[in-house]
């Protein structure tokens, strides 16, 4: 093999790490008392600064964002996460903590973040603080029934109180992300893996989760390479802790042959009080069937025995099946089928909880679902046999990948209480977005 040949091998390989990365204090909930956008409770909305001119060059702390609940107006939660002038998300604490050179102003690729659930009815100029310098009026638009829901963000002089309304925490000693429905956790010697799911808050009730588990499998010249989720090098790098998300930063390289690592790849994990996503870029500079006959990745979790056992599994392509899960498979009696599926969905008792990767166009590869019910199957090159049941996604035949630049976004959603057909929401988040405007006024 020559020294070009392997280098090209390297570097796919470190590319596809970009695909490796599934995924997820109690805080008062504040919910306003007007809905205008019911069935929503999952949108977060997110505006570029260049969207909200009238602010430009405010810091946050002179920002209010006001919304009414039909019988007064109100403050509600949000928060602006900036970003440098290349693009890259500025983490506020953390070992690599930094600033942007204006220090907390809003910038035009900055994000002002707030969630949907807070907006009310439109008001008049005249029921918001005189006091302003400006005000721009939000307005989201739901595409599937013409609902709609107002927010307005002022600029004032000095700084100003805000909503102490806190949905979403991180526990940087634990390491850990507290939402308004879940808890999750990382393993401290493995920052890119996730050790803990607890389906409620301040970490209560049983750890579904034994871990996140990565295998990429690659065909070459007659070698098959495994690599697997211990096989990264990874540190956390920075976070965000906003009181409507938290954004969690780690680097990660792959270790890949004989010492040699692929470059490092950085991730932000952005939690918010009921999910949480993260988008990887896929960067192909090369066709990739010149060096290998087959690539397979999968990535899911490995749940803990106890815990699953008795809870059931619905999947997208058939949302009136439940799969129980018992250690034992029998598929055809249950009603499992397999396949490509958008998401899956594993619900008991204590809580429900939604994964699922989203390719974004032009990636030509759909996932497929991997569920693994057989407390004794072989989970070679697993250290330990006898894992509980796992669950994620395979993608198939990523040689066929052309030379581009793609996008998947992964997602992990969790169970809001006695809300019928919950998952609908979240599917609603991801098909039919809210159609967001923006005015001054």
């Keep these: 093999m020559t020294a070009k040949r392997l280098l090209n091998i390297v570097l796919f390989l470190s590319i596809l790490t970009g695909i490796l990365f599934l995924t997820g204090a109690q805080s008062a909930t504040g919910e306003p008392g007007v809905k205008t956008l019911p069935g929503r409770q999952y949108d977060a909305i997110v505006i570029k600064g260049d969207r909200l001119a009238p602010l430009d060059g405010v810091s946050s702390s002179c920002i209010r964002l006001i919304a009414s609940n039909g019988a007064s107006v109100h403050d509600i939660p949000f928060q602006v996460d900036e970003y440098d002038p290349s693009g890259e998300m500025i983490m506020r604490s953390g070992k690599n903590a930094s600033s942007d050179k204006d220090d907390g102003a809003l910038d035009a690729n900055d994000d002002f973040v707030f969630l949907a659930n807070y907006m009310g009815p439109p008001v008049d100029r005249a029921q918001l603080p005189r006091d302003a310098k400006s005000w721009v009026a939000i307005k989201a638009t739901d595409p599937i029934n013409a609902k709609f829901g107002w927010a307005y963000a002022g600029a004032f002089e000095t700084k100003v109180k805000h909503s102490t309304v806190d949905l979403v925490s991180y526990m940087p000693r634990k390491d850990m992300i507290n939402g308004k429905l879940y808890t999750e956790g990382f393993l401290f010697d493995f920052p890119f893996i996730k050790g803990a799911l607890h389906l409620r808050p301040g970490a209560g009730g049983p750890n579904l989760l034994d871990r996140l588990q990565v295998r990429l499998t690659a065909r070459a010249f007659g070698k098959t390479l495994v690599k697997t989720e211990e096989d ?193 929401g979240f599917i609603r988040m991801l098909n039919d977005p809210l159609k967001v405007k923006t005015s001054p006024l």
């Design 232 to 424: 990264f090098k990874a540190k956390l790098t920075g976070y965000i802790d906003g009181p409507v998300r938290v954004v969690r930063q780690d680097k990660s390289r792959l270790a890949l042959l004989a010492g040699i690592s692929g470059p490092a790849v950085t991730k932000n994990l952005k939690f918010y009080p009921n999910w949480n996503n993260f988008q990887v870029p896929v960067n192909v500079p090369f066709n990739p069937k010149a060096l290998f006959k087959e690539i397979t990745l999968f990535s899911g979790y490995d749940l803990n025995i106890k815990p699953s056992m008795g809870m059931y599994m619905v999947t997208g392509d058939n949302p009136g099946v439940k799969i129980p899960i018992r250690g034992k498979p029998d598929f055809a009696a249950d009603g499992f089928k397999g396949g490509k599926v958008n998401w899956v969905m594993v619900e008991g008792p204590a809580g429900g909880v939604i994964t699922t990767c989203v390719p974004e166009h032009p990636f030509p590869i759909e996932p497929e679902l991997f569920f693994l019910d057989d407390l004794n199957a072989d989970r070679s090159p697993d250290k330990f046999p006898g894992a509980g049941p796992t669950i994620g996604f395979v993608f198939n035949h990523l040689e066929t990948l052309e030379g581009g630049n793609y996008k998947i976004n992964y997602y992990t959603v969790y169970r809001e209480k006695k809300v019928d057909n919950w998952h609908e």
